[in-house]
């Protein structure tokens, strides 16, 4: 089961519409095309449009598998004791000495750059259960790293 917001899962149904509505569709133009020109056999417009076309059909099948076993999850307005998905984690890094700040979200929502990290990731795995206060180590690829729960919103 995938757990998403319900802004997440407006973002993947508007990105399987575009799959199937927009990008696959100029594939399916690129393919009669290619195929006037003739041979069909040596013709390297018509393999690589049909290559497309098949990687497309692969990602829409891939994006509605994720969607139909997604479940979407609210936020929860009472205050959380425990990290869980949706929860906005601030924490101090003791092994580089800085403070960090995290929404945990699941893996399709993750977006570094806004700061949400997947609740399967390692950090987000180590995170989860969590309370205030709690020390430990999290193992990340580049090595361990040892954090502390400063808040949990």
């Known amino acids: 089961m995938n757990y998403v917001t319900e802004e ?23 393919v009669n095309e290619a195929r006037k020109l003739g041979d069909l056999r040596e013709n390297g417009d018509f393999k690589a449009a049909k290559e497309d076309l098949t990687n497309i059909d692969i990602r829409i099948a891939e994006l509605e598998h994720y969607i139909a076993n997604s479940q979407i999850i609210k936020k929860s307005s009472r205050i959380s004791k425990k990290i869980r998905i949706l929860n906005k984690v601030k924490l101090r ?11 945990l979200v699941s893996q399709a ?22 309370k205030k206060g709690d020390r430990f180590k999290i193992s990340i690829p580049i090595g361990d790293i040892e954090v502390e729960i400063i808040d949990i919103e």
């Not at 000495?97 to 929404?103: A, F, G, H, M, V």
């Open 8 to 30: 997440g899962m407006k973002k993947l149904v508007e990105k399987l519409y575009n799959y199937k509505h927009v990008e696959r569709q100029i594939i399916l133009k690129r």
């Open 93 to 103: 890094d003791h092994t580089r000495n800085k403070d960090l700040e995290y929404t």
């Open 109 to 130: 929502e993750a977006d570094p750059v806004e700061k949400k990290i997947s609740a399967d990731s390692p950090i987000g795995k180590g995170l989860l259960g969590k």
